[in-house]
């Protein structure tokens, strides 16, 4: 699976807009976006995926960019509750077979 | 309520000492996995299973085997610990149509001294 890059921290404040990026420039035809988070003492959570086209879901809006080079997860009225560290995982392969980085870590600030 | 639980949530092992650690989902899923997390650093896969009574090896197999009893129980077994498997065990789940989509559990946390 082609590799991904991610900041290693970013800040928000209550009831902003937070916009992850994640760049993935080798990514292959075949390879989903997938995001997780993970806050501490818990394991890691689904929040959304994609191949081509933009997704939405309650969690979380996926902008996937037209070369499919780059992503951004964004998060609306963010609360407390989203700080928490955010992974970008690509994986051409339906096996459950995820390999995780060290993704971002997302301090959302009162 | 969770729908994938892990049992024991936290644990400390001796070094040669065997370690079985547990993992239970009522997700009706047909896959389960077991990643181990070291501090600071990302998931890696140690073993999983598409079957009841089947199970593969995953990127980090060595040191660990697993058993698949029944669909919804899947453990992780030391059969000689080591203080290098001192980490945080995540068990997960997820459905055939699906499969990367994982639910994963609370996590052990096992400390071999």
Known sequence: DAKTTQPDSMESTEGETVHLPCSHATISGNEYIYWYRQVPLQGPEYVTHGLQQNTTNSMAFLAIASDRKSSTLILTHVSLRDAAVYHCILTGANTGKLTFGHGTILRVHP | ?113
């Open chain 2, 1 to 113: 309520e969770a729908a994938v639980t892990q049992s024991p949530r936290s644990k400390v092992a001796v070094t040669g000492g065997k370690v079985t650690l547990s993992c239970h989902q009522t997700n009706n899923h047909d896959y389960m996995y077991w990643y181990r997390q070291d501090t600071g650093h990302g998931l890696r896969l140690i073993h999983y299973s598409y079957v009841a009574d089947s199970t593969e090896k995953g990127d980090i197999p060595d040191g660990y085997k697993a058993s698949r009893p029944s669909q919804e129980n899947f453990s992780l077994i030391l059969e000689l610990a080591s203080l290098s498997q001192t980490a945080v065990y995540f068990c997960a789940s997820s459905d055939g149509n699906s499969q990367n989509t994982l639910y994963f559990g609370a996590g052990t946390r096992l400390s071999v001294l």
